[in-house]
Each structure stands twice: as structure tokens, then as C-alpha cells.
């Protein structure tokens, strides 16, 4: 199945951005440190405007430590941009973020000359969170689901920075499947634009290639199936998602197994690092790469 996903709250709030980053002296782009390729938005090269950005690879506690020093240096490398890992829920991580926004921009952040942040990103990477706990208290709201903010606030946080929370922004054509998939598996794409039991498969396969130890633990196997079908159906049975008659729901399992994966059940985990080919082979009516 194919998956696209641009509501159009999107293209909106887009126009709006990009209006609105003449006057932001520093973009905050926060990524997914699990797959910080696929949750970059294509379009902010081109709204950024030469603006000083700094990648924030966030829910680093999700994700593979090993790979994310990876990308750390793989950003650092781009022109204008630095890039930090962080757990947005953590107040010495969004510390941190604070200092590089000052040193970014020395000569702002004095009484009448506020730095001003764009915190910039797709949906549920953890941009409302950020600000939650830069501003010490529940400002924006935050949720388990993509696209929970749709309108734009501004946030005074009284220490001469003031912030921009947005919208998670995709971009109109998803050409690139194996982009959508690993959105898809991540959280970042709505429920109704995408087929659990699809994503679920494109995931059992890429954890049975990546990380199989970490599956057999999680699901107190000896040895791994052969085909990603028959790992959703062991995961179904372990985690108890049987249909009357006590077969297994397959389209339960992806979720359940998704939802797990999702909240680091399965250990620390990246969808992608630095320099692999990303697989562009998903097309219509397959479930995910061969
Ligand atoms: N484990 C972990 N979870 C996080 C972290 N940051 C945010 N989350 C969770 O990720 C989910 C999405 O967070 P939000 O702050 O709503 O994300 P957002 O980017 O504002 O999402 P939209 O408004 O939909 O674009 C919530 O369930 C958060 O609790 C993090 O660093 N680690
Ligand atoms: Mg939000």
C-alpha cells in the first residue's frame, strides 16, 4: 500500500512559515534520532533562508546510540547547521539547547532584541514536548499521535528567547516509500493514511535484519522465523492478540508490535544510518521492501 499523508492544515501552516521565518534569527529542526534522514523536511532548505539551524536529533533515548554519534557528525558537516542529541522531556538536555541558541546568535537575546526561534519539524517528533520543558510548564500540547498541534503559538520564555511552536509539516508527494515506511513505523504519519499490518511487516523485516537479538529477547524466542509473516504471527501469540477461535489477528499484532516498537519495548533502536542506500522499492500494493 502506498502511503501519503498531507492534510491540509499542512500547506497552510507551510505558507505561513515560510513568511514567517524572515523574522526568526534561529531555525530549531527537531528530528527523530531514529531516522533523522527520513524525518527531515526537504522544503526547509528552501524556506530557510540561509538562516543558522540547529538539528535537534530528539527521543535520543530511543534510538541507537552508536548511530546517532553517526549522524551527529553526519549534520555537522552541512554548511550553517549544528546538531545536537537530546530527550526533549529532560530539562539538562533542553538546557543545553538554550546555550547553543545563545552562541548561535550572540548578538541577539537582550531586553528589546529577543532571540527569536522557529522550533520547526514533522509531526510527533517532540517539537510541543521541547517547548513544554524549555518553558517549565505545560504551555503546548503534547500527545502520542501525529499532527496534535495544527495552529502556531509564540512563547516568551522570559530569558530573552522567545519561541515559535508549529505544526508538523510532511510534504505533498511521498515518492520515496521506503522515507514513508520508516515515517510510518516511527509514528509520524496518521493512522488513517497507512495499513498496520503493512508497516508492521516493513518493520518485522527490517528488526529481524538490524536487530534480531533484540527481538528474540523481547519475545522469548530461541531462533527467528524465516519470513517477516510468520514474526507477526509469533508476536500475535505472545502478545495475546487471537481472533474467536484462537487464531491470530494479524492486523492487531502489527499494531501491538508497532506500539512496542514504537515506545523502545524492543531496546534502542534506528531505522537508518549515514551512507546506506535508502530503498526507494516500495510501490503499490507491496508491504514493503523485497
Ligand atoms: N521517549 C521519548 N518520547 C518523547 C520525547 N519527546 C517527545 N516524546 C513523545 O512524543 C510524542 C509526541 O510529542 P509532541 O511534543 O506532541 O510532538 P510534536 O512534534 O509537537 O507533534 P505535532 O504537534 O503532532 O507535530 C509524545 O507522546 C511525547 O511524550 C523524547 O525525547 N523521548
Ligand atoms: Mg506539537
Known sequence: MTIRWYPGHMGKAQEKMAEAIRKIDVIVEVLDARLPLSSSNCQLEEMRRNKPCIKILNKSDLADPTITKLW???????AGVSALPLSARLHADAKQLIKLCKSTVPHRGRPGWPLRVMVFGIPNTGKSTLINTLAGKCIAK?????????CGQQIDLKNGIVLSDTPGILWPNMDDQGVAYRLATSGAIGASALDYTCVGLFAAEYMM?????LLKVRYKLAELPEAPTEMLQLI???????????EIDVHRAAEAFLRELRAGKIGRISLE?????IDSSISDGEAGPE
Open 273 to 277: 544510518e549515514p551512507g546506506q542506500v
Open 72 to 78: 551527529v557528525r553526519y549534520f555537522e558537516q552541512q
Open 236 to 246: 500475535g501469540r505472545r502478545l495475546g492478540c487471537l481472533m474467536a477461535g484462537g
Open 209 to 213: 535484519g538490524r536487530y534480531p537479538e
Open 142 to 150: 503534547v500527545g502520542d499521535k501525529p499532527a496534535i498541534t495544527t
